[in-house]
């Protein structure tokens, strides 16, 4: 991995939130959420995905995205619950991967530039942002600020004119096939997370 510091080209590496920072979300977290609107965990998490892409997109905002589920559901979004459910659905996608903040840490101190590129709703964004661990990165792009989501390739174009760099420039690093495969074919380079010892690989670092 080239660095500024070893007077070569800069390489962007750009990094997704969930499922690579953070660690898919532990059962009692998740269960947590679906108990909150007194739900059978099939029944709401078909529909916290089927919902989710709007969310993500800042298409509808949190008390749009949730009073849907809560509706089709046959329970009342109250302000209270909305309150709830932000809540823990912030929770539920903090558990952090201790071997991926070691990667970020790595690389900074090597002077390599570091983006987050997360689908996130506004308030998982704003979040996220308040975190010590994420002044790591140099800038951070969310899909609902943007109002473009991954694996749209016109996010990944966005960003690489926000960085002002070649897609051949930038490194990707999602979980998701669908994200990468567009990321390769928008010219960047990229590499499917399944775990931070694998990826330390991958980077050779």
Known sequence: MNSDAEGAAMEWVIVDYGEVVCRTPP???AARLAGAVG??????WDLYWSG???YDLGAVDAAGYWGELCGRLGRAATPALLEVLVRL???MWSHLDEGMLAILRDLDARRVPLALLSNAPLEMAR????EPWAAVFRHRFFSADLRLAKPDPAIYRHVAGRLGAAPADLTFVDDRPANVEA???AGLRAFLFTGADRLRRDLAL
């Open 89 to 91: 659905d912030l929770e």
């Open 39 to 44: 739900a059978a965990p099939g029944a709401f």
């Open 183 to 185: 990321a390769r074919a």
């Open 27 to 29: 059962e009692d977290a």
């Open 127 to 130: 979040h996220i942002e308040a």
């Open 52 to 54: 989710r892409g709007a």
